[in-house]
């Protein structure tokens, strides 16, 4: 069966809004990557959320990483008992096929299912380093706040410069998780090695 100019026009208003939303995020990354954090701590929460949203939609996952097609992506939010406002808000985002599911874990449970994991700055270190450990060589995004999360093992780190938010990925964990983030992704962080 040959495609009408009806369907041929679908097909291509879907392209153009497909690369329109992909520059969208791009978009959205740069200039959350600018933003000022100089706020109070609530805003800043609402800026490293949209942050970790965004590394959703730019994160490829293995096939094996979900039970089916259409599961949920897990965020566990590690360090509170009460998930921050900012990150209420992300919950049954839709990231691709999949909706996103936000969830708060105590720094003392061991992660459940979570295929991204944010830590808290007030994650205590022996903490960080059993958690990581805990999900090393696993499909998890591993996401923190604290100075030294991507020389313990951590893949994506925030980091205050001249007031702006800014973040920095280790490609060396990236690919030892077995994920693939997406090239803009990478060009506009800081790309450190262990």
Not at 107 to 120: D, E, G, N
Request: charged share 20%; hydrophobic share 40%; proline share 4%.
């Amino acid at each position: 069966m040959i495609a009408g100019p009806d369907s041929y026009h679908n097909f291509l208003g879907r392209k153009a809004l497909k690369r329109f939303s992909r520059s969208t995020v791009l978009f959205l990354l740069t200039f959350c990557w600018c933003a000022s954090v100089s706020a109070a701590p609530r805003d800043e929460y609402a800026v490293k959320a949209a942050f970790v949203m965004n590394f959703a939609m730019l994160t490829e996952w293995p096939e094996a990483a979900f039970s089916n097609p259409t599961e949920n992506i897990t965020l566990c939010v590690v360090g509170t008992s009460t998930l921050p406002q900012a990150f209420q808000s992300i919950e049954g985002k839709k990231i691709g096929k999949r909706l996103l599911h936000v969830e708060a874990v105590d720094s003392q449970a061991t992660t459940p299912k979570c295929h991204i994991v944010f830590y808290k700055d007030e994650v205590d270190t022996a903490d960080l380093v059993r958690t990581l450990s805990a999900v090393r060589g696993k499909p998890v995004l591993t996401v923190g706040e604290k100075e030294r999360v991507t020389k313990l093992g951590g893949a994506i780190h925030f980091y205050t410069q001249n007031e702006k938010l800014k973040f920095a990925i280790n490609p060396t964990v990236i690919a030892k998780q077995g994920l693939k983030l997406s090239s803009r992704l990478l060009k506009i962080a800081t790309l450190i090695d262990n």
